[in-house]
């Protein structure tokens, strides 16, 4: 990671704050960048876990802390998107496995107090992420139906996110 200046030049020398890392996103926060992580580890020959984690940066780019455990599966994991809304930051992300794929979310707020990783698709027959956006005021989750349908249709849902996500999420 590197600071960069207005100019868009890097400000130091790069270096690695994470390695591993097989999915990520950015997003900004008041004195800096928040940087939501994918890392997988096999825990044998047949069996991998995808961890999603989330780390805040200061305004150099230096880690503040250890990376914050959001959440992890057993199911393949590919994407994770991240979304500052409210006071909060939204994370989310497709799992993809049986019974059947779900985009799930997750929130941290500025002191780093975690709300635990739920489904948003639940008994949608299928769910993949297209995307979380936010602001000041809340946000929108976008998804479509992995389900079959006809061929170039795509079936794609909005959810808002409230600016005060409650305890149990959306």
Avoid: C, Y
Wanted: overall charge neutral; proline content about 8%; aromatic content about 2%.
């Amino acid at each position: 990671a590197a600071a960069l200046e207005p100019d868009g030049r890097p400000r130091g020398l790069p270096s690695a704050i994470v390695h591993g890392v097989v999915g990520w996103q950015t997003v900004p926060t008041p004195n800096g960048a928040g940087l939501a992580m994918l890392t997988r580890r096999s825990t044998d020959a047949t069996k991998t876990t995808t961890s999603i984690s989330w780390l805040r940066l200061d305004a150099d780019a230096r880690p503040l802390g250890s990376p914050l455990a959001v959440g992890s599966s057993t199911q393949r994991v590919v994407d994770v998107d991240v979304a500052g809304v409210g006071d909060r930051f939204v994370l989310a992300w497709t799992t993809r496995g049986a019974p059947e794929p779900a985009v799930m979310l997750a929130s941290v707020d500025a002191d780093g107090k975690l709300t635990p990783p739920q489904s948003a698709t639940e008994r949608s027959g299928g769910a993949a992420l297209v995307d979380v956006v936010g602001g000041a005021h809340g946000g929108v989750l976008a998804w479509e139906e992995t389900t079959h349908l006809a061929r170039g249709t795509r079936r794609l849902h909005l959810v808002p996110i409230p600016a005060s996500l409650p305890a149990e999420g959306l």
